[in-house]
């Protein structure tokens, strides 16, 4: 197991470290949750089980008891056992009194989970006790166990007195306290950060807070700011600026100016010390110069540190006079150094001042493509670091080198019968695969940079494998032809990352006693490397004797084994894998659960292991020519099947999910709608309902057909909003049909192979299947909906009750009811709904048994059909998405992502980009177009600079992609590569020089590269990889022809290969000379692949937290969320993305219920984490901004809210420009802070852009637009223009009309509003009039100017980031909590069909940022 020293990043902040001083006079408030910081590092303060509502954690424990009992009453009893269970966790907790050496006793809160070594921790991080390393805690004169919980220690209780007692050194722990003093002294320095080394990251927050909020936004007096604010942002930031600059991602942190404290810490030469000395108790020596130029030698003994007269020429290694012994070496520097006394203690200072979160390390490494010139400074540890294998705190675990594989597989073997067990286990999970990530990578790394032997080194360098560290590592290259017939080193190349994706969805699916290897995919200077644990034993077998189940060479010859298939049958269901028979070389049929390349070996250590999960989902036929084999007609049309790289494409497990999600929905209908004729048959309506049908049908066909000719405009143009009548899951299958037009044709589209004309052909008379088929169609209308959904109903009482018992004691009737819905939709069993797929189908070299040729018929048709569902459902409602904005992309890897949830691939972005590119409503999309665009080229880039990179020997590395980048981006029309003017002369190289990095070799061949031969090879590329057709031959051509930016291609670039360059201004377009120098390339970066362990019971929580959020029950919600926090803090420690999702819900939360200051302090975490966590400008962190910014001014702080708006613009400019909807709402959120402040005219810039996209991409007719109409007219208003400001109103006023009709209480404001400015304007003229008549003595009637007040601004701000509150009684409360209650009611017996959110749309009103 792994120590639980590691659990604990060394930094984990002790809550707010400026409260501790002050910790004595707060017991109650909400500072102290202190200690509960380690359990909740998250530092905001309330325990769990706190009501967060009132904000002060004050009220007794019963008390809060009671408010979570009640919370938990209308919640179900499953989710009550989980709230009790929680509330054993986090028992209350106590405090106790610090006494440590030289300082005041201190009081510290404690809770009763915790074990002694947190304790240490936190002293470890204290301003005042931080230089302590070496010490003991004791109660009562007993000295206190490390690894005790805090509860098994007897007479420990509130108010007990634990000494800090120095403790004598070993060897073991000088150096710790030498790497901790070092760390203190570099806490401010971001260094690490840059290198992308030890998790550190970046965060810029606090420049432009100054600070932090918390404190200070309470302290502030509101209105006091108007005066001194000086609005007017860079040039830069303005709209329609053309220039982007780069330096500005960076801002400069005045707190990193290094304060130095020493000029030197290094170990001495004279290490180790001899055998004499070291009986005298010396452990090490140090050398040190102070920054007052002194030169000493240092002692590390037992009993402490002192100065001995050793110089750098002589060893005496006697005590000097005096030797200033001290136990800690900061004491001991403090008396000989007045500098380093003065600095190390403002060092401080500043150190425990910054928000925890800018200080605990990330769970993955973050890299930062840009950093300034850093100073190479000298480091021992650092240097000392870089040459032993250690891993993190290698030290601290007995054996030296982790033995992974162990650790991997005993934390899943630990028990999870409870939430408190699986909280334990799955912190243990993730900490160890953080930990493995790391190690994984570095030692990838190690590999690539030549520095780790071969395991086989006499093989060519490209076969060659290694250990490190416990790590297998091989190279991503087809050896001994082992991919021969899938595609050579493409095939190669991409099997580590879909066995990667298996290896995730076997770790989710989490069955007790099958295992599978800590795997990690790394991507370094053009190789890609797989790091795996390893099983034991398995190197000292070959691999025939030791695989007991699959296959090693494709199936030619398979093996099975009866545990493994018990094994694999329970991932069956989940991976929906179907269990199959393959033919091995003997002719013999063999049983599988999985595809055949899936290898089972049972290790030294007795578990069950499986390995090359490759194949764990179907293959994708829409790129896998196959002889003789027809794909359906809308994969045809569509140019499919494709050749690709290789024959390794296979479905997205979010694919396969939608895909029989689908089927179920198709399922469903069918069962019911034969019920219900079966129901009018016994009714003996017979004829009616065959009239009835009829109606049905030609009334989904014509539709169908005139569907398509539609253009979709702003509004869906389905005959009912589809949204009124869907099922919640069943807006997931929505989908566009081919001219996107609206939904719900997606029926015939996918049962083709009994309709092979529905919609084609209104005339064609359906046949029995097709009927019902056609009919399901309209039960999405909405018009039968009401009739056909009781037998909805029946329809899954019957598919349970079937699926229950064997079936027996339901009527013949229904069974074949429910056989032929199962037939239809190609379930593999014919009494209940079951789509599984058979991972081997077109596999080259498997062989099926004959007897099973119908079964294998049907898994061919079922692959067939998904690969059309891809095309045709999930393609065209991607971008349905992207037109109503429900998906909103801004960079490449966010639209990755948003093509990943729909289950399409990235080799698909051709076909997304031919389909967006046909689309009539083009312009609305020509965000989403321009990043595709971006994205695609930038992918070919990446693959093309691959196999440059491969050529260039390490000591032209940044001169070879310094050419690359100004082939890539440089407007230079000869870009000649200057082959680096070799620093060492001589120009011969030793000519044997075997073990070479692979692929090595003088090469320079890299130099020739010209821009327009790399630009022709992008555009082949995009060709060949994605079928796309690039129109462009320069970098030039491309940014004129798609509208796009260098400086967006640029960091897309640099993020995908893993380039750092130099932040400075880049002069992309000059013709004279290259943008890039090979100084400019700082570091090349790996791209790490790794499996996310989740936590998934905190998971659940924020879940149901989120959907009793968007129920109305707000409170409740909080509560879920709030525990939800307090899990994920559990599993995951203090930093992480989903504690970032977390935390930005429950600041919008607390909003919402008027806790402003709560609010900002929770979404300063969200934005420092996403800083941190996810990088400095990714989108999340761009919204982040946006929201903190609100916030900001919800409390008053009226600049702080602007220069964070400026910020989030600044980075939307860099991530994808002006020209993206989201711009629109930033700008109307500074346009509206700016009226705030009286800067009219430059309000007015920003919503009158705001006013132009919002037009673009929602249409003019959008109540979007018509709500930007009204901004604008309210500051033409502050300015006295009123005619201006009428015709936008009036603008605005038709919208409304148009849109919601006359009665609207929208279009009745906008009427008002109307009224209002025609008055001033009449008022205005007659004063005029008056003036022009009487001149210097006209009697003037004093005109009301208004000044936008804070109230109003806010109010509109709100609206417009979709914060709407719902001014309610008590009563009108409670009455709408009983009918939420009685549709839960009809909605569980099953007599509604629609979804929650009705009530009030409460939908519109809270959105709920997932």
Not at 189 to 209: E, H, I, R, W
Not at 1180 to 1196: K, R, V
Not at 1327 to 1344: D, V
């Amino acid at each position: 197991m792994v120590s639980k020293t590691d659990d604990i990043p060394a930094s984990v902040p002790n809550c707010n470290p400026v409260d501790l001083a002050r910790e004595g006079e707060t017991t109650n408030s909400k500072d102290t949750s202190s200690k509960a910081a380690l359990k909740d590092p998250c530092a905001c303060g309330h325990r769990g089980d706190t009501a967060v509502m009132n904000g002060d954690a004050g009220h007794d424990q019963a008390e809060e008891a009671d408010s979570k009992q009640d919370g938990s009453a209308d919640a179900d009893s499953a989710e009550d056992a989980n709230e009790q269970e929680v509330i054993v966790i986090q028992d209350t907790g106590f405090t106790v009194k610090i006494q440590a050496p030289g300082t005041e006793p201190f009081d510290l809160q404690v809770s009763p989970q915790e074990m002694v070594q947190e304790i240490h921790q936190v002293l470890m991080d204290r301003e005042d006790t931080c230089h302590r390393t070496c010490f003991s805690l004791q109660l009562d004169g007993n000295v206190l166990d490390n690894f005790a919980e805090l509860k098994s220690i007897e007479g420990l209780q509130e108010g007990s007195l634990l000494k800090v007692v120095e403790e004598p050194y070993t060897v073991r722990e000088a150096r710790i306290h030498v790497r901790h003093i070092r760390d203190l002294l570099k806490s401010l320095d971001p260094s690490d950060a840059y290198n992308g080394v030890d998790c550190n990251s970046l965060s810029f927050l606090s420049v432009f807070t100054d600070g932090d909020l918390g404190d200070t936004g309470r302290r502030k007096k509101k209105g006091s700011e108007l005066e001194q604010i000086d609005c007017t942002p860079p040039e830069h930031i303005l709209p329609g600026s053309k220039e982007r600059p780069l330096v500005p991602l960076q801002p400069q942190n005045k707190d990193w100016k290094p304060m130095q404290c020493m000029k030197v810490l290094t170990m001495s030469g004279w290490n180790p010390p001899p055998g004499n000395r070291k009986m005298h108790g010396d452990l090490m020596y140090l050398y040190i110069v102070t920054v007052e130029d002194r030169h000493v030698s240092i002692t590390a003994s037992t009993r402490g540190f002192y100065l001995n007269q050793s110089t750098t020429y002589t060893f005496n290694p006697k005590p000097a006079n005096p030797s200033f012994l001290s136990h800690s070496l900061v004491e001991l520097l403090s008396q000989i150094s007045p500098a380093f006394k003065k600095n190390f203690t403002a060092l401080q200072k500043k150190r425990v001042q910054r928000h925890p979160f800018e200080r605990i390390a990330t769970p993955f490494q973050v890299y930062s493509w840009t950093a300034p010139q850093i100073d190479h400074a000298m480091d021992c540890v650092r240097a000392e670091d870089a040459y032993t294998s250690r891993l993190g705190y290698e030290e601290h675990i007995p054996g030296q080198t982790r033995d992974w594989n162990e650790e991997l597989q005993t934390t899943r073997e630990l028990s999870r019968k409870n939430l408190p067990e699986r909280l334990l286990r799955e912190r243990a999970i993730f900490k160890v695969h953080s930990d493995f990530a790391a190690a994984a990578t570095r030692g990838a790394m190690a590999v690539i940079d030549g520095n780790v032997m071969a395991i086989n080194p006499g093989e060519e360098t490209r076969m060659q494998m290694f250990i490190w560290n416990n790590i297998f590592f091989s190279l991503g290259f087809d050896v001994r032809d082992h991919y021969r017939e899938l595609g050579g080193d493409a095939a190669a190349h991409a099997a580590p990352t879909n066995d990667l994706n298996g290896v995730r969805a076997y770790s989710a699916v989490d069955v007790e006693g099958l295992y599978t290897l800590g795997t990690v995919v790394v991507d370094y200077r053009g190789y890609r490397v797989t790091a795996q644990s390893i099983i034991p034993g398995i190197l000292e077998r070959e691999q025939e004797q030791s695989v007991i189940y699959g296959s090693i060479d494709f199936g030619k010859t398979v093996v099975s084994h009866p545990k493994y298939l018990e094994l694999l049958e329970k991932t069956s269901r989940p991976l929906k894998v179907q269990r199959h028979a393959v033919l091995n070389e003997k002719d013999a049929s063999v049983e599988l659960c999985s595809s055949v390349e899936c290898k089972g070996i049972i290790g030294n250590d007795g578990r069950h292991y499986i390995l090359d999960l490759l194949r764990t989902f179907p293959p994708d036929l829409n790129f896998l020519p196959v002889e003789g084999e027809e794909l359906t007609p809308e994969s045809q049309k569509l140019g499919f099947p494709r050749q690709h790289r290789h024959r390794l494409a296979c479905l997205r497990q979010e694919l396969i999910e939608a895909f029989v999600e689908h089927r179920y929905l198709l399922f469903m209908k069918m069962a019911a709608l034969q019920l219900m004729q079966q129901k009018a048959n016994k009714d003996k309506t017979a004829a009616l309902q065959d009239t009835n049908t009829a109606v049905v049908e030609s009334e989904s066909k014509p539709q169908a057909l005139e569907a398509s000719e539609k253009v979709p405009d702003d509004t869906p143009s389905s005959p009912t909003s589809s949204e009124s009548t869907l099922t919640p899951d069943d807006s997931e299958a929505t989908t566009v049909s081919e001219n996107s037009a609206p939904e719900n044709q997606e029926a015939p589209a996918d049962l083709k192979a009994q309709v092979p004309t529905a919609n084609a052909n209104g005339t064609h008379e359906p046949s029995a299947p097709e009927r019902q088929n056609g009919g399901c169609d309209s039960l999405l209308e909405g018009k039968e909906a009401d009739e056909i959904i009781p037998g909805l109903a029946q329809a899954k009482e019957l598919a349970e009750s079937l699926a229950a018992e064997d079936g027996s004691g339901i009527d013949p009737k229904s069974r074949e009811v429910v056989l032929n819905a199962c037939k239809a939709v190609g379930s593999i069993s014919n009494s209940s709904f079951d789509i599984r797929f058979n991972p081997d189908i077109f596999s080259p070299g498997v062989r099926f048994p004959d007897d099973s040729a119908e079964d294998i018929q049907k898994q061919k048709q079922l692959l067939k059909d998904a690969a059309a569902f891809l095309v045709s459902c999930q393609i065209p409602s991607f971008v349905k998405d992207c037109l109503d904005h429900s998906s909103l992309p801004m960079d490449g890897a966010t639209m990755t992502e948003a093509l990943h949830q729909r289950g399409i691939n990235v080799r698909y972005l051709g076909t997304v980009l031919g389909f967006v590119d046909n689309m009539p409503a083009k312009a609305q999309l020509e965000h989403i177009y321009r990043i595709g665009i971006s994205e695609l080229i930038t992918r070919c880039a990446k693959h093309i600079f691959k196999t440059y990179l491969q050529g260039v020997e390490l000591s032209a590395l940044s001169a070879a992609v310094s050419h690359f980048l100004n082939c890539l981006l440089s407007s230079f029309p000869d870009a000649v590569a200057h082959l680096p003017a070799d620093e060492l002369v001589s120009r011969r190289k030793s000519r044997k020089r075997r073990n070479r990095v692979p692929g090595g070799g003088d090469n320079t061949t890299w130099a020739s590269l010209t821009p327009s031969e790399l630009w022709k090879n992008i555009t082949s590329e995009a060709h060949s990889y994605y079928h796309y057709n690039l129109q462009c031959e320069s970098v030039d051509q491309a940014v004129e022809k798609y509208n796009l930016q260098k400086i967006t291609l640029l960091r897309e670039i640099s993020i995908k290969t893993g380039i750092q360059i130099l932040i400075k201004e880049y002069n992309f377009d000059s013709r004279h000379k290259p943008a890039f120098t090979e100084e400019d390339i700082l570091n090349i970066f790996p791209v790490v692949k790794h499996v996310n362990p989740k936590a998934s019971d905190a998971f659940h929580f924020f879940q149901s937290g989120q959907a009793k959020v968007q129920q109305g029950f707000l409170k409740e919600g909080c509560e879920l969320i709030n525990e939800a926090l307090n899990l994920f803090n559990n599993v995951y420690g203090a930093m992480h993305v989903e504690i970032c999702a977390c935390l930005r819900l429950l600041a919008r939360l607390n909003y919402i219920m008027g806790d402003h200051p709560e609010a900002l302090s929770n979404q300063q975490k969200a934005v420092l984490m996403s800083e941190r966590a996810l990088g400095i400008e990714h989108p999340n962190t761009i919204q982040e901004y946006m929201h903190l910014a609100l916030y900001c001014f919800a409390n008053g702080q009226l600049s702080t809210a602007l220069k964070l708006l400026y910020r989030a613009r600044y980075l939307m400019l860099v991530v994808c420009g002006e020209d993206h909807p989201e711009m629109a709402l930033l700008d109307s959120n500074i346009g509206l802070v700016l009226h705030g402040v009286m800067e009219y005219d430059l309000s007015l810039r920003f919503l009158e852009n705001a006013l132009a996209i919002n037009s673009k991409y929602h249409g003019p007719r959008s109540l979007k637009v018509a709500l930007s109409h009204h901004l604008v007219a309210r500051v033409y208003e502050s300015k006295a223009e009123f005619r201006s400001a009428l015709q936008h109103e009036k603008e605005g006023y038709t919208i409304y009309k148009n849109q919601v009709g006359e009665a609207h209480e929208k279009t009745k404001e906008s009427s008002e509003y109307l009224k209002y400015l025609t008055q001033q304007a009449v008022a205005l003229q007659r004063t005029m009039n008056e003036i022009y008549k009487n001149g210097s003595n006209a009697s003037i009637m004093p005109l009301k100017f208004t000044a936008p007040n804070m109230a109003s601004v806010l109010e509109q701000l709100n609206i417009i980031n979709g914060i709407i509150f719902i001014p309610l009684s008590q009563k009108d409360l409670e009455n709408l909590k009983a009918e939420v209650q009685r549709r839960q009611l009809m909605q569980d017996s099953g007599k509604i069909e629609e979804p929650q959110g009705s009530q009030l749309e409460l939908d519109d009103k809270l959105p709920v940022d997932d």
